[in-house]
């Protein structure tokens, strides 16, 4: 019996090794893990972790009112009481740079997943029936990929209205057909592989193969492209902000603000500095987390 127990413990602490060997991760798992361990990784991780609970958390952060007009305040530098100064209304900077960061991650996330689904689908689609299908869904896409993102994005404002959820429908459909063109690329390398052929042997239906098998086996390029895409929303959203078409005064905006500042850029330059500082950081970040998922899924 107590050879019997002391050759029985070696077995349960090679399965618990085996259990938690790297061959054993997902490739998704093994991707994450590799991004964590890029600086380019890290770095995007923590702003887009900062500034999205900086938005989340913006009611209890920020200390002020970011409408709050302070009488006698207007165009303060920074100091002791508002540490990135106040507008030429007496707005604390601070308080409206925090609750932009709110309207920023709205359209970013708003825009990035409808027109992720709606292209994914759509691409999903095109690949997989091929013929006919495919080319009306990709012609489609010719059709909006003739017209530049912010164009196309002006366009859509101009009849619908400016206004937050505007902004947003508008960037999605922009969005769309980059994604189905992955997509639709990706389908098309998966759809003839044996275990969809398999599948197909088994009897399984068309939507049941191209969402259970096809689908999960095109994730790669598209976490890149949903990294990319909430860069390019951020940038895009504050550039219609600034023309007048995006998210209206008196609700904070980053693009707005810088808007705002143009005539106090020599009087006070800080105006101009936080929402451009904000922008950039936010926009740098979520492009070096795109380029650390891309290495890490492509090492």
Same mark, same amino acid.
């Given at each position: 019996?107590?050879?019997?127990?002391?050759?029985?413990? &070696?077995?349960?602490?090679?399965?618990?090794?085996?259990?938690?060997?790297?061959?054993?991760?997902?490739?998704?798992? @093994?991707?994450?893990?590799?991004?964590?361990?890029? &600086?380019?990784?890290?770095?995007? $991780?923590?702003? =887009?972790?900062?500034?999205?609970?900086?938005?989340?958390?913006?009611?209890?952060?920020?200390?002020?009112?970011?409408?709050?007009?302070? %009488?006698?305040?207007?165009?303060?530098?920074?100091? %002791?009481?508002?540490?990135?100064?106040?507008?030429?209304?007496?707005?604390?900077? +601070?308080?409206?740079?925090?609750?932009?960061?709110?309207?920023?991650?709205?359209?970013?996330?708003?825009? $990035?997943?409808?027109?992720?689904?709606?292209?994914?689908?759509?691409?999903?689609?095109?690949?997989?029936? @091929?013929?006919?299908?495919?080319?009306?869904?990709?012609?489609?896409?010719?059709?909006?990929?003739?017209?530049?993102?912010?164009?196309?994005?002006?366009?859509?404002?101009?009849?619908?209205?400016?206004?937050?959820?505007? $902004?947003?429908?508008?960037?999605?459909?922009?969005?769309?057909?980059?994604?189905?063109?992955?997509? @639709?690329?990706?389908?098309? $390398?998966? @759809?003839?592989?044996?275990?969809?052929? %398999?599948?197909?042997?088994?009897?399984?239906?068309?939507?049941?193969?191209?969402?259970?098998?096809?689908?999960?086996?095109?994730?790669? %390029?598209? =976490?890149?492209?949903?990294?990319?895409?909430?860069?390019?929303?951020? +940038?895009?959203?504050?550039?219609?902000?600034?023309?007048?078409?995006?998210?209206?005064?008196?609700? &904070?905006?980053?693009?707005?603000?810088?808007?705002?500042?143009?005539?106090?850029?020599?009087?006070?330059?800080?105006?101009?500095?936080?929402?451009?500082?904000?922008?950039?950081?936010?926009? +740098?970040?979520?492009?070096?987390?795109?380029?650390?998922?891309?290495?890490?899924?492509?090492?």
């Amino acid at each position: 019996m107590a050879a019997t127990r002391a050759l029985s413990v &070696p077995e349960k602490t090679e399965d618990a090794s085996a259990a938690s060997a790297p061959g054993l991760q997902s490739p998704l798992q @093994r991707a994450a893990i590799r991004v964590l361990h890029n &600086p380019m990784g890290v770095f995007g $991780t923590v702003v =887009l972790a900062v500034l999205g609970a900086m938005a989340i958390f913006a009611p209890l952060i920020a200390p002020y009112d970011p409408l709050a007009q302070h %009488a006698g305040s207007e165009l303060l530098p920074p100091s %002791a009481q508002f540490w990135l100064g106040t507008d030429q209304f007496g707005r604390d900077e +601070l308080s409206r740079i925090i609750y932009g960061a709110r309207v920023s991650f709205i359209v970013a996330v708003a825009a $990035t997943s409808v027109g992720a689904i709606t292209g994914v689908l759509a691409g999903l689609l095109a690949g997989y029936a @091929r013929g006919g299908v495919d080319s009306v869904v990709m012609r489609a896409c010719d059709v909006l990929f003739a017209f530049p993102a912010i164009l196309l994005g002006i366009g859509l404002i101009t009849v619908l209205g400016p206004s937050l959820y505007s $902004t947003a429908l508008a960037l999605a459909i922009s969005q769309a057909p980059y994604y189905a063109r992955v997509m @639709r690329g990706s389908v098309l $390398t998966v @759809r003839d592989q044996e275990f969809v052929v %398999a599948a197909h042997s088994f009897g399984a239906g068309g939507a049941w193969i191209a969402l259970r098998h096809i689908l999960p086996n095109c994730t790669t %390029a598209l =976490l890149v492209q949903l990294s990319l895409s909430l860069g390019f929303s951020v +940038l895009a959203e504050a550039g219609l902000s600034f023309i007048g078409l995006g998210v209206q005064p008196p609700a &904070p905006s980053w693009g707005n603000m810088l808007s705002e500042s143009q005539r106090f850029v020599d009087t006070a330059p800080w105006l101009a500095l936080w929402p451009g500082l904000a922008i950039a950081l936010l926009v +740098l970040g979520l492009n070096f987390l795109a380029d650390a998922i891309r290495d890490s899924l492509a090492p």
